[in-house]
Each structure stands twice: as structure tokens, then as C-alpha cells.
């Protein structure tokens, strides 16, 4: 509301008419509604439908596809989509049991459910997802999140209190997706979300100091607290270890680099699907064994139990329930906001749509169902989703057969990995942590001296890398829930609205900085919505663009008339809400306590039936009620001029078709002639001779002039 109370501030003080001065005209400043694409509201079954078993098994047929996507691409699944999406599995599959097993003990939980967590959600999601891409599954984010909450808990129940956490997090989540909550992804800003992750990354590279270097942390630290403990203890660090982790992350870091070359380069495009994680774990697991390295002081995940996980229902009481909701919640806001912005993403790059309610119904059912099978929370991997589509994924049965291949592992390879060192699982989420990082953003802020969001990427980054990820996802949720909060209350985007010189056009003064003021006339339109919270500012607002008049008059000596009349254009509003319907009916009633006359234009018939029921509309009398800018400002001008006279207008017939159309400024002969005896006929007892303060009368033009009265550009809400 600042900057455009500003412009309108320039606009009253140099326009206002003085002797031999010419009004100064401002830049042309544009103020825009956003635009956010919603998702398809419709009830999966309604009231008449279940009451009737017929309709509702046609509706559950019919609209079934839309919460199980399956249904449908799946007749069309070709040969080709098979070799693609058996290519992407085989690929992301080799990366995800490395990650798995390193992402559950980063989570403080037993390897085995890192890959249980990988294998019953992906089967759910590529059934229920919409997403073609995306690799659900353990992620770092959520473990580190998750690994916080263990913490305060004892070693034997943190597995319970996981499955405990996933099943909420699944509960939570599906209701979201199934009453309309899909808007939740657009709550945190980009910055504050890019804040919160490169804080995250940061997190995740010092967590695993002690696992790179073979030194113990004692008792709960903060990251910034380890590292500058791992610094001091340096010399406590086991060397083989040590030359171990460097030698991991050299060639992780290299193989992207060389895999980068290898396609760009040298026109090798298959190199993307080099399996180096696989590599690197296959090499260590051989050394290791060889060499025994973990008689030399090299920590190794040491047997791993698998099997097919025996299906649980976890255990809920109302203490859980009282502990973890609030962090489920967390978890879903957080999992969500990221696995919505990767999949719209990949469906914008690929030309499909996407329902964030639905997806999150996908994300709900596989948590509730997982949780059952040793799953802990999960939603989607922006690092394997990368590769994931890069491998040539087609489809979701992709991760089907992803799932397929983990279960397998689950089952007969965990003996496998006996003796993988927890350096290289270490050295993997390091190297993924830095992939997390985002610092090209905090470049483009500094280059575009966008000075807020860097303020709001810095709250969310020190707060979380500071305090820690529990208070940091809520400073950062509450940082962003205050400002989309503090927007809504201040109705910012309004038009004040004056008239184009030797016209009866009726211009936004920001906008059209030669559009001059009305005489005793302040026509205002409201662009928002009016509700509980942001009526108060629009009274505000009035009162201050009253105020700065009423300067500018004294300033300016001119002996302009002060304010008689507001016009209230309202055809951007389309509902307002009891606290809105009494706080305008309070306004009103001080604003004629004071004779300044309240007017309203282009009011939509649910408006009109609010104002009603209120007893508003009685207030205000239908004589103050217009379909156009034109019929309210004339009606009120005359009225002024001569108050001992009715000045009635045309009805509203004869402005219907105006109305239709803003920018046709031709109307039929026939329709002229009715309005120019309408007015002729209202206008003979007036004096030909009388002075008239009015611009309609003063710039000489005739009441048959019609032409495109409202032509102001209205950004109408649809």
C-alpha cells in the first residue's frame, strides 16, 4: 500500500487546480494482482450422489483416474516407456541403497528401514502420483529433521516413535490433500525456503564430521558446536579414516565433473548414467574386506538385518499424539513445499499437470501404509529425482520397478554391506549436502538489491543453523505466515481514479498521471477482497487520502472544493464478510454524520443481497447505488450543485450495453437519443446560466457523450 498511497499522494498535491499551474505528471507505475494457478476444486462424492448408490458408483468410476492416475496412462503404456522407465530404475535404484542405508543411521535409526522407507511408498506413489519423475523415498532434509526429533528419545523406542511419526505425517497430509490445503505449498517464500535448505545442507555436511574424520562426539551439539569441537580433536582423528573419507569424496566430486565433460564434450550422453555411488561403495566394500580395515580403526556398518519387513500398526496413544503432531506437521509443510516445487518443475519441462491436492493425497497414503512396514516420513529426493529424469523416466512405473529392485535387497543382498565403512555412507550425504546448496540465489538477491529477501534468506538460514531445525522451521514458517499475514491485512492494491481531461473516461491516477482530480469527488477502487482483515486499513486509507486533500487544498491555496463525495467502486469485490459488512456500515453512517455523501458502483447482485441482509443497503438508499463510474460521479456533481434540485439519471437499462463492453465507445444513435432526453428533461429546470464547479459541465460536453465512460482497465477477478 506504501509505494501506491505515495503516487497517489504526488498525484493529489500536483494536480490540484491553481492559477496558471499545469499538473505534473509522475512516472507511469503499474500495479499488478498476482496470478496463482489453483488446483481443480471438486468433491470426490457429493451429498445427492451418496444418497443415491447408483450415481455414486458412476461418480467413483468416473472420477476414481483422478486419485489413481494409473487407471488411465496405463492403457497407453508402450514399449518404449518400458525401456525408459526400466532404464531410470535400475539407475536411481543403485543410488538409492547407498543413500538409504547412509540416510537412516543420519536419522538415528537401524540401516535396514533407510531402504524399508524406499520400497512400500514408491510402490503407493507410482499407483497414486501424478508426478512422472519423481523418486519418493528417505531424503536428507527429512532425516536431519527426523534425527532431531530421535533425539529426545530413548535408543529402544526411536524406531516405535518413527513408524509413530510416518503414519501421522500420512494422516495429516492425506486430509490436507482431500479438503482443498494444496495451497499450503505456496506459503513459505522462495527465499525463506531457500534460507531454511542451504541451512539444511550446511547441517548435513557438519553431521557427518564425526563418521569422515573416526571422531566421537560426546552429548547433544548444535552443528556450529561440533564443528569447532571436530577442529580441536583433530588430532584424535583416526588416519585411516581419514584417507579413506578425502579419497570418497574426490571421486564423487570428480565423477561430476568428468560425467559433465564426458556429455558436453566429448557427445558421450550415456555417461550420465555412471553409476558413481555404486562404484564408489562396490570399490570401499572390496578394500575394506581385504585389508580389514576395521581392525585399523575404520568404523563399518557391520551386519545388516533384512528380510521382508514384518507389517506393524504403529503405536499411537494420546501422549504420542500430544508429542508428535506438532513435528508432523513441520514435516508435511516442509516435505511438501519441496516435493511440490521439484514436481512442478519437471511437469512444466514436460507438459503435464500436476494436482497439489491430489499429489498430496498420493504422499499421505504411502506414509500411512509404509508406516506399517518399517517406513519412517518420506516425500521425495531432489537429487534422485534429477537423475530420475535424466535416466529417461517415463512414467511412474518407474519407481515400481525401483521398488521392486530395493525389495529384492532388502531381502537376499543386505549381507552385502557388512563391511561398508560408515566413512563412505558419510562421504555420500556430504557430497549430497552440497548439492543441496542454493548460494547462486543469494547472488542473484545481492545483483538485484532485493534487500527483503535477502533479509528473509538470512532470518531463515541463521535461525536454522543456529538454533537448529526444529525453531528454525518455525521462525521460518512464522516469518512467512506474518508477511503473507501483514499483505492480506493492507488492501495495497487500490485505484484512486480521476478523469482524462475533455473526456468522460475515468483513468487510475498511477497509472494515468493526467487523469484529474473530481471536484469534492474522491472515486477510490478496490482491487482485494474486503474481509476481517484488512477492513481496517481500507478505513485508514480513506482517512489518509482525505487527509493528504484537505493539505494539499491549504497548501496550495487554490479554494478547491473539500471533499463532499466517495465513490466506492466495487466490481472487484466479490463477497465481503460481516466484519467488512459493519465496518463499511460504521463508516457510512460517521461519513453522513458528517454530509459526505457514499456512493457505490458496479456492485455484483451477492454484494447487493450482503448489503441487504445487513440493513447497509438500506443505509445508503438505492439513489447511491451506479453501474458506472459516469452515472455516479455526474449524479453527484449535479446534486451538489444544485441540492435543492433531484437530479435523477438514466436508467439502468440504457447503460447495459456500455456496461458489456468497457472499451466500446460507439453506442447506437437510438440509444444516445433516450439518454440525451432523459437528461434534457431532468436538466430543464436548471439554470442554463448557473456556474458549476463540475468537470462534466465546465469542459463543455454534452450529456449525449457517452464514449467509454469506464474504460479503466479493470483487473477483474474471475
Excluded at 230 to 235: M, P, Q, S, T, V
Excluded at 322 to 335: K, R, S, T
Excluded at 582 to 598: C, D, F, G
Aim: glycine fraction near 6%; include cysteine.
Amino acid at each position: 500500500m506504501g509505494e501506491h498511497l505515495k503516487n497517489t499522494r504526488e498525484w493529489i498535491q500536483h494536480s490540484v487546480k491553481s492559477d496558471g499551474q499545469e499538473p505534473v505528471q509522475t512516472g507511469d507505475n503499474r500495479f499488478f494482482l498476482g496470478h496463482q494457478d489453483e488446483d481443480e476444486v471438486q468433491e470426490f462424492l457429493t451429498k445427492e450422489e451418496l444418497a443415491n448408490p447408483v450415481q455414486a458408483f458412476k461418480a467413483v468410476k468416473t472420477r476414481l483416474p483422478m486419485y489413481v492416475p494409473i487407471i488411465n496412462w496405463i492403457k497407453s503404456y508402450s514399449k518404449q516407456d518400458l525401456i525408459g522407465d526400466l532404464l531410470s530404475s535400475i539407475t536411481v535404484a543403485i543410488m538409492l541403497v547407498p543413500q538409504g542405508l547412509a540416510y537412516a543411521i543420519l536419522a538415528g535409526l537401524p540401516p535396514v528401514l533407510g531402504l524399508y522407507s524406499g520400497w512400500l511408498p514408491l510402490v503407493i506413489y507410482s499407483f497414486m502420483g501424478s508426478c512422472k519423475q519423481l523418486a519418493v523415498g528417505p531424503e536428507a532434509l527429512l532425516s536431519v529433521l527426523l534425527g532431531s526429533i530421535l533425539a529426545n528419545y530413548p535408543d529402544e523406542v526411536v524406531v516405535s516413535i518413527s513408524h509413530s511419526l510416518a503414519f501421522l505425517v500420512g494422516i495429516i497430509s492425506f486430509l490436507f490433500g482431500v479438503f482443498q490445503f494444496g495451497f499450503l505449498g505456496s506459503i513459505l517464500s522462495r527465499w525463506v525456503l531457500s534460507g531454511f535448505i542451504n541451512a539444511v545442507a550446511f547441517i548435513i555436511a557438519i553431521s557427518q564430521l564425526d563418521a569422515l574424520i573416526g571422531v566421537i562426539f560426546h552429548g547433544h551439539m548444535g552443528p556450529y558446536e561440533k564443528f569447532i569441537y571436530a577442529i580441536r580433536h583433530i588430532k584424535e582423528a583416526e588416519r585411516a579414516t581419514i584417507i579413506l573419507s578425502i579419497g570418497c569424496i574426490v571421486f564423487l566430486f570428480g565423477m561430476k565433473f568428468f560425467k559433465q565433460f564426458l556429455v558436453k564434450k566429448m557427445g558421450w550422453k550415456n555417461a550420465k548414467y555412471i553409476p558413481d555411488i555404486m562404484i564408489v561403495v562396490i570399490v570401499c566394500i572390496v578394500i575394506t574386506a581385504i585389508f580389514r580395515l576395521d581392525n585399523k580403526g575404520v568404523a563399518i556398518l557391520g551386519e545388516v538385518k533384512g528380510g521382508f519387513p514384518t507389517p506393524s500398526f504403529p503405536d499411537l496413544n494420546y501422549k504420542t499424539l500430544q508429542e508428535l503432531l506438532p513435528q508432523a506437521f513441520l514435516m508435511v509443510i516442509v516435505g511438501f513445499v519441496e516435493a511440490t516445487a521439484v514436481s512442478k518443475q519437471l511437469a512444466t519441462k514436460h507438459n503435464y499437470s500436476i494436482s497439489s491436492n491430489r499429489e498430496l493425497v498420493a504422499f499421505g497414503t504411502a506414509n500411512i501404509l509404509g508406516s506399517m512396514f518399517g517406513s519412517y516420513p518420506v516425500f521425495s529426493s531432489i537429487p534422485r529425482t534429477a537423475i530420475q529424469d535424466m535416466a529417461g523416466s517415463r512414467t511412474c512405473l518407474s519407481g515400481f520397478l525401483t521398488s521392486c529392485l530395493l525389495l529384492i535387497t532388502c531381502i537376499f543382498l543386505t549381507g552385502l554391506f557388512k563391511f561398508l565403512p560408515k566413512a563412505t555412507m558419510a562421504s555420500i550425504i556430504f557430497v549430497a549436502a552440497f548439492g543441496l546448496l542454493e548460494l547462486h540465489e543469494v547472488v542473484f538477491l545481492w545483483k538485484t538489491r532485493s534487500w527483503g529477501d535477502l533479509v528473509q534468506f538470512m532470518v531463515a538460514f541463521l535461525a536454522t543453523f543456529i538454533l537448529e531445525v526444529e525453531l528454525g522451521i518455525l521462525i521460518s514458517v512464522g516469518m512467512c505466515i506474518f508477511l503473507v499475514l501483514k499483505h492480506s491485512s493492507s488492501p495495497h492494491v487500490y485505484s484512486v481514479l480521476g478523469r482524462v481531461p475533455g473526456t468522460n473516461r475515468f483513468k487510475d491516477v498511477a497509472k494515468f498521471p493526467e487523469a484529474e482530480p473530481i471536484e469534492g469527488i474522491l472515486l477510490i477502487r478496490i482491487d482485494e477482497v474486503l474481509y476481517f482483515a484488512n477492513i481496517s486499513q481500507f478505513k485508514q486509507l480513506l482517512a489518509e487520502i482525505e487527509r493528504m486533500m484537505d493539505k494539499s487544498i491549504n497548501v496550495t491555496g487554490s479554494g478547491s472544493t473539500p471533499l463532499q463525495s466517495i465513490i466506492i467502486n466495487v466490481v472487484n469485490i466479490p463477497v465481503m464478510d460481516a466484519s467488512a459488512l459493519l465496518t463499511i456500515e460504521e463508516m457510512v453512517e460517521a461519513y453522513h454524520s458528517r454530509n459526505i455523501k457514499i456512493a457505490f458502483v458496479q456492485m455484483s447482485d451477492k454484494i447487493k443481497e450482503s448489503f441487504k441482509k445487513s440493513g447497509l443497503y438500506a443505509i445508503i438508499t438505492p439513489q447511491y447505488i451506479f453501474d458506472s463510474n459516469y452515472e455516479a460521479v455526474t449524479f453527484l456533481e449535479n446534486n451538489a450543485n444544485h441540492p435543492d434540485v433531484h437530479i435523477s439519471m438514466p436508467t439502468n437499462s440504457a447503460f447495459e450495453e456500455d456496461q458489456d463492453d468497457d472499451h466500446n465507445s460507439n453506442n447506437s444513435s437510438s440509444l444516445k437519443q433516450q439518454q440525451t432526453q432523459q437528461h434534457n428533461h431532468h436538466l430543464s429546470h436548471l439554470d442554463e446560466d448557473s456556474p458549476t464547479n463540475g468537470a462534466i459541465l465546465a469542459d463543455g460536453l454534452k450529456f449525449d457523450d457517452y464514449s467509454d465512460p469506464d474504460s479503466d482497465e479493470f483487473i477483474t477477478k474471475k
